[in-house]
DNA sequence: CTTTGGATTGTCT
DNA sequence: GACAATCCAAAGA
């Protein structure tokens, strides 16, 4: 990986789709305030995806969605959870549903109240609640505090099929995962 | 291990 | 008024 991932890399990574930009983006080291980890799971919505929230055009909850590439879209979830996406090119996001914990354990086991490895960051809720994600962090750039994200620079086992949570487009197979990992909210189904 | 149902609120129809 | 890009606890296999 790159020591210094600069700020028009990370344009240049994210004015893409969010298919091509879900499936790099695993392997990336993400923090938030020196808390986080490996990106390990990751799900793409695109601007002509019935599941997407940007499908039926702009409103005050999506906006960041059609803003500028490599900001932040975060939206509540059931009216419980907080949920993280990653602009790609307008209309276009990744959600980041798991990591591999890497920095600040004791923060995020303190937030989540939970110390199995394995489930503080497994699935977008509960990645919300160990990095301290909230509304506040809509609309940001990546690329500066309290964010930092190193992108791997090198290609990672991937394995992938349909996304989760979801009724429509449900056959889509934009749900990417590190091949193997044991932090993924939950198992891919083996290749065949 | 897997399955099931309840919690809870902003957003859109 | 319905529904949602989820999580958790409880119960069954």
């Given amino acids: 990986m790159t020591p210094e991932t600069t700020p028009a890399d990370l344009v240049a990574f994210f004015d893409r789709s969010a298919v091509e930009v879900g499936r790099d983006l695993i392997g990336a080291t993400f923090c938030v305030d020196g808390v986080g980890g490996i990106v390990v799971e990751t799900e793409a919505y695109e601007p002509d995806d019935p599941a997407s929230h940007s499908f039926r055009g702009e409103t005050p909850r999506n906006r960041a969605m059609f803003g500028p590439p490599a900001q932040t879209y975060v939206y509540r979830s059931y009216g419980i959870h907080w949920c993280l996406n990653f602009v790609c090119r307008p209309g276009s996001a990744v959600l980041i549903r798991a ?12 937030r989540r109240g939970l110390a199995d490895p394995r489930r503080l960051c497994a699935g977008p809720g509960r990645l919300c609640e160990a990095l301290g994600i909230d509304l506040s962090h809509d609309g940001r750039p990546l690329s500066t505090n309290p964010f930092a994200l190193a992108l791997s620079g090198l290609p990672q086992p991937l394995v992938s099929g349909p996304r989760i949570g979801i009724s429509r487009a449900v056959d889509l197979p934009w749900r990417f995962g590190l091949a193997g990992s044991r932090y993924v909210s939950k198992t891919f189904r083996q290749p065949a």
């Fill in 99 to 110: 990591l591999q914990p890497t920095m600040g354990l004791e923060t995020m086991i303190a």
